[in-house]
């Protein structure tokens, strides 16, 4: 039996409801799905958050270099030590947080982690990096991450956005998938010599993987899977193993894209969105040179990360992606039909929403955006 957590103080019950409007595509029918939340705590501007597979244990990566546990079970909490030193400024700080999902059944303390954060390098510069290393947990309020190493390192430019650096890993297991923003300079995303506006796919211990977009092409970036995008908060395998990202537009234009092997998917050259001050960009559809979106949002919904749902507690989800809102305080629900998607829900929340997790009873957990960021589970009412 689940029991209720000693450190949880439950909300009245919230009862969130699905909008029946907004919808990219104008179709957004009513649905009928309620949730009961409750509070398990709240964090300092949390960022990521991840299950350890085959536990109760949600870890949690706050962005100015902490990282906290919270034992969803017995609703304890514990901290992590030997975290990074990370460059935390702007929107960059510590990042994702994943583990490898092949070690599911072994003992929590020797599982492996991957982490991503900013590193500053030389002359004002700073990039996003990953770095893997081993969890040990040898009490139940703490943990310790030993022999981290950086594995992986973004190309290092001025200026402190769009890091993007989430993790996904190939449902293999032998792969890892890492989302590499255009850190606000636009061009070097269609510049394939670096990694900047990419995914880029690695070997498990961050070098290049075999048979990448550009493998042996002289003076091209050989990490790169796909690019041409912009600032990619979402990464995620869907049911199916297809890879899908979610990435914010300019003034405009959040876009969903499947992630292809090679494919360019035009920013800064085409956008739904325009830029800020007002200069307009060709829409995607006015080129068949790069790759069309599944679905776009004007206005934007800001998204701050992507799952797609595999549990059975909540009917009528499976399969679907639900996106944490940031600007739009939701979790957006998409249908999936092939390379095409549609708004099928956007359920109101009360906070920007970084982060939104499936647990291991299919749960949804979700991580609110700032320094006083609640962690709600989410379950049907």
């Known amino acids: 039996m689940r029991q209720p957590s000693i450190l949880t103080a439950t909300l009245s019950p919230l009862l969130l409801l699905a909008s029946c409007g907004n919808a990219a595509d104008g179709d957004n029918p009513p649905a009928d799905v309620a949730f009961t939340v409750t509070e398990h705590g709240r964090f300092d501007r949390p960022w990521a ?9 949600l870890f949690i990566t706050e962005k100015a270099g902490t990282m906290k546990f919270v034992d969803t079970a017995s609703g304890k909490q514990g901290n992590v030590a030997g ?14 947080v994943a583990f490898l999902p092949g070690e599911a059944a072994a003992s929590v303390g020797t599982r492996t982690i991957y982490l991503s954060w900013v590193e500053a390098g030389g002359n004002d510069t700073r990039g996003a990096v990953v770095g893997k290393g081993m969890l040990s947990c040898p009490r139940a309020d703490a943990c310790t991450i030993e022999d981290l190493d950086v594995i992986w390192r973004q190309h290092k430019v001025t200026g402190r956005g769009h890091y993007s650096h989430r993790l996904a890993f190939s449902p293999d297991g032998q792969y890892l998938f890492v989302s590499s923003g255009d850190r606000q300079k636009m061009e070097p ?14 070997n498990l211990d961050g070098t290049p993987a075999a048979d990448n977009a550009f493998t042996g092409e002289a003076g091209k970036a050989q990490d790169i899977w796909s690019y041409g995008h912009r600032n990619l908060l979402g990464l995620a395998f869907d049911l199916e193993g297809r890879l899908w990202e979610v990435e914010h537009g300019p003034a405009g234009g959040d876009e969903l894209n499947r992630v292809e092997k090679g494919a360019n998917y035009g920013w800064p050259r085409v956008s739904d969105g325009d830029h800020y001050d007002g200069t307009k960009i060709p829409d995607n559809a006015t080129s068949t040179a790069y790759h069309q979106s599944a679905i776009t949002w004007t206005p934007v919904i800001a998204p701050g990360s992507l799952i797609f749902y595999r549990g059975d507690l909540f009917p009528g989800f499976q399969g679907h992606a639900l996106i944490a809102g940031l600007l739009s305080n939701a979790i957006v629900r998409v249908a999936i039909d092939g390379d095409t998607a549609r708004e099928v829900a956007r359920y109101g929340m009360d906070s920007r929403i970084r982060g939104a997790i499936e647990g291991p009873d299919g749960a949804l957990w979700v991580i609110e955006d700032g320094q006083n960021g609640r962690l709600l589970e989410l379950r049907p009412r």
């Open 83 to 96: 975290t990074p030193s990370v460059d935390f400024g702007g929107q960059g700080g510590f990042g994702d």
């Open 49 to 57: 958050a991840a299950f350890l597979p085959g536990t109760p244990l």
């Open 189 to 202: 995303a269609q510049d394939t010599s670096n990694n900047l506006g990419s995914v880029v796919r690695l």
